[in-house]
C-alpha cells in the first residue's frame, strides 16, 4: 500500500490550501486516516484523523480551520486547510491504518507573508 501526499506550497495568512493524499489501494479498506505534520525543530504531531465510518476528530490548534475528508472513488483523503497561520508551517503526512501503518512521503506547507 502506497500514500502519496500532494498539494503543499507558499501561501500568505488567513489563506487556504487543500492537501491530497492519493491512495493505491481503496481507503474503503483503511480502519483510519490521519493528517500529521512537523514543524522545523519540533517532533511530529497529529493534526486529525477520519475512521471507516466518516467521523472526524481534530487537534485544537486547528478545530474549526482544517477539515478532513475522503473521496472513496478516487481513493484520496484530503485536508482543506482556510485561515492559515504562519505556526501552520510544516511537512505534512498523511496516514492510514490498514492492519498494518502506511504513511505518505509528506508535503511542505510554508505559511508567510
Known amino acids: 500500500v502506497q500514500l502519496q501526499a500532494s498539494g503543499g506550497g507558499l501561501v500568505q495568512p488567513g489563506e487556504s490550501l487543500r492537501l491530497s493524499c492519493a491512495a493505491s489501494?481503496?481507503?474503503?479498506?483503511?480502519?483510519?486516516m490521519a493528517w500529521y505534520r512537523q514543524a522545523p525543530g519540533k517532533e511530529r504531531e497529529w493534526v486529525g484523523r477520519i475512521d471507516s465510518g466518516g467521523s472526524t476528530d481534530y487537534a485544537e490548534s486547528v478545530k474549526g480551520r482544517f477539515t478532513i475528508s475522503k473521496d472513496i472513488a478516487k481513493n484520496t483523503l484530503y485536508l482543506q486547510m482556510n485561515s492559515l497561520k504562519p505556526e501552520d508551517t510544516a511537512v505534512y503526512y498523511c496516514?492510514?491504518?490498514?492492519?498494518?501503518?502506511?504513511w505518505g512521503q509528506g508535503t511542505l506547507v510554508t505559511v508567510s507573508s
Open positions: 489501494r481503496s481507503v474503503l479498506g483503511f480502519k483510519s
Open positions: 496516514h492510514g491504518n490498514r492492519g498494518a501503518d502506511y
